[in-house]
C-alpha cells in the first residue's frame, strides 16, 4: 500500500511564507514525478507545481517568482517552499505522485489526504 503523507500547512498573514512537505512511503517500485495541487472553495483543483524524478519543473503562472518545488528522491520527499503569500492562494493544497508501486506493472497517480493552507491577516 502506498500513502502520501502531507504537512505544514496553516494560517499565514499576507506576504508570509509556508513549507508544505509530503513523504511518500510504502510498497514503491519507482517515482516518476511529484508535485502539488490545490483547491479553494467552489473551484476545481488545478495544478500548482510539478518536478521530475530527473528535476525538472513546472509551475502555473499564478505562482511562479514566488513557490518553489524541490524533491528529496533518497527519502521520497517533495517540499513546496511558499513566499509573498496572497489570499488568492487560501485553498486545501493536496500532494500528487505518479508512481508504480511495486505490486503493479504499470504507475498510478496517488493522492495525499490535503492540507489547509490560509492566507489571511
Known amino acids: 500500500q502506498v500513502q502520501l503523507v502531507e504537512s505544514g500547512g496553516g494560517l499565514v498573514q499576507p506576504g508570509g511564507s509556508l513549507r508544505l512537505s509530503c513523504a511518500a512511503s510504502?510498497?514503491?517500485?519507482?517515482?516518476?514525478?511529484m508535485g502539488w495541487y490545490r483547491q479553494a472553495p467552489g473551484k476545481q483543483r488545478e495544478l500548482v507545481a510539478g518536478?521530475?524524478?530527473?528535476?525538472?519543473?513546472n509551475y502555473a503562472d499564478s505562482v511562479k517568482g514566488r513557490f518553489t518545488i524541490s524533491a528529496d528522491n533518497a527519502k521520497d520527499t517533495v517540499y513546496l517552499e511558499m513566499n509573498s503569500l496572497k489570499p488568492e492562494d487560501t485553498a486545501v493544497y493536496y500532494c500528487?505522485?505518479?508512481?508504480?508501486?511495486?505490486?503493479?506493472?504499470?504507475?498510478?497517480?496517488?493522492w495525499g489526504q490535503g492540507t489547509q493552507v490560509t492566507v489571511s491577516s
Open positions: 500528487n505522485a505518479d508512481l508504480r508501486p511495486t505490486t503493479r506493472r504499470y504507475s498510478y497517480t496517488y
Open positions: 518536478i521530475t524524478r530527473g528535476g525538472s519543473t
Open positions: 510504502g510498497s514503491i517500485f519507482s517515482i516518476n514525478s
